[in-house]
């Protein structure tokens, strides 16, 4: 009896063994759901060159690419789960991660000076102060939104003083060249064309002000899948030694996604360094300073522990080596 008992329970112990090594398995993912975006030109490589596809075949794990128009639409998606990894600036991701977006920050993709305060060939407008009481577009929590929050507190102006038209990138730069709005807070490579195209004049640049570009997970992907998002960043560090190695190509790259031209390309890529690629203290800084001067402006709320935030949303344990 004794005996049989105890067959009996090595029995069922071996079961439940089974079963939760069967779960596992079952929960690896079967497609992973990756974000590619014309503010991230080493995306569009990845993309394109199939290097995460090939690398994640074994696996049999099949890529589905989503496309972002802005950081608001990258973390939008982050948050219902229709991304696993989604491309933004880090100050959005920052303002992403107040308010409650489950997410980490995993890696650089750029340093770019790619927002600006943009107005027509022919305005009158030179400086910050001079938007007291205008209309301009931007889109909200992007890089170019708290860029102009950050210019606006420097002139001693809120967001109160303007009249925002709030429009996606493409929009809020055909709304500048309508005339429908006075200045735009731009993005690249949008902001180089409407340069380029229309003569349209960056009345206000402060590339220090302008937050890193970096590639997001959804916590609770990375919680589950260490090791698929260590394949996903070494894809995605050989599509950036590739973009750094063939400039060419990469340009060719962004022109045939934006069906812009060479010289508007050309612009974008003066004004993105592709040089970094592990996230850590120089991001964290960045984001910090981006962070403490929205919440002195009113758009982070005063009770909200900045440092602490960063700290949690930085994940430097899926460093790779630049």
């Keep these: 009896m004794i005996i049989t008992r105890r067959i009996a329970i090595a029995g069922l112990a071996a079961t439940s063994l089974a079963f939760a090594a069967g779960q596992a398995v079952a929960q690896v993912p079967k497609e992973i759901r990756v974000d590619y975006a014309t503010y991230n030109p080493v995306s569009l490589v990845l993309k394109d060159s199939g290097i995460l596809e090939k690398a994640l075949a074994a696996d049999g794990i099949t890529v589905r690419w989503v496309q972002s128009a802005g950081s608001n639409k990258a973390l939008e998606f982050l948050n219902a789960g229709s991304l696993d990894f989604g491309s933004t600036a880090g100050a959005a991701a920052l303002i992403g991660k107040i308010n409650g977006n489950p997410i980490k ?11 600006a305060l943009v107005t027509g060939a022919k305005s009158e407008i030179t400086k910050v102060s001079d938007l007291k009481g205008k209309r301009v577009a931007v889109t909200r929590g992007t890089d170019p939104h708290i860029f102009l929050v950050r210019a606006l507190a420097e002139a001693k102006l809120t967001e109160k003083d303007v009249k925002l038209v709030l429009l996606q990138h493409a929009d809020g730069r055909l709304a500048l060249e309508r005339g429908d709005v006075d200045a735009w807070a731009g993005l690249d490579p949008l902001m180089a064309a409407a340069e380029i195209e229309s003569g349209a004049r960056l009345f206000h640049r402060k590339a220090a002000d302008n937050t890193w570009g970096v590639l997001n997970v959804r916590e609770a992907f990375a919680k589950d899948n260490p090791a698929l998002v260590r394949k996903v960043l070494t894809a995605y560090e ?49 984001i910090i300073a981006a962070g403490l001067a929205l919440q002195e402006a009113g758009v982070v709320p005063a009770k909200s522990d900045v440092k602490a935030v960063v700290d949690d949303l930085l994940d430097r344990s899926f460093a790779v080596t630049n």
Excluded: F
Aim: hydrophobic fraction near 35%.
């Design 105 to 115: 920050s995993i890696y650089v993709y750029s340093r770019p000076e790619w927002t």
């Design 238 to 286: 050989q599509a950036r030694a590739y973009s750094l190695a063939n400039p060419a190509a990469l340009k060719k790259t962004l022109i045939t996604y934006t069906k812009l031209s060479d010289a508007v390309i050309e612009r974008q890529l003066t004004r993105t360094e592709l040089t970094h690629s592990t996230i850590g203290q120089a991001q964290a800084d960045t």
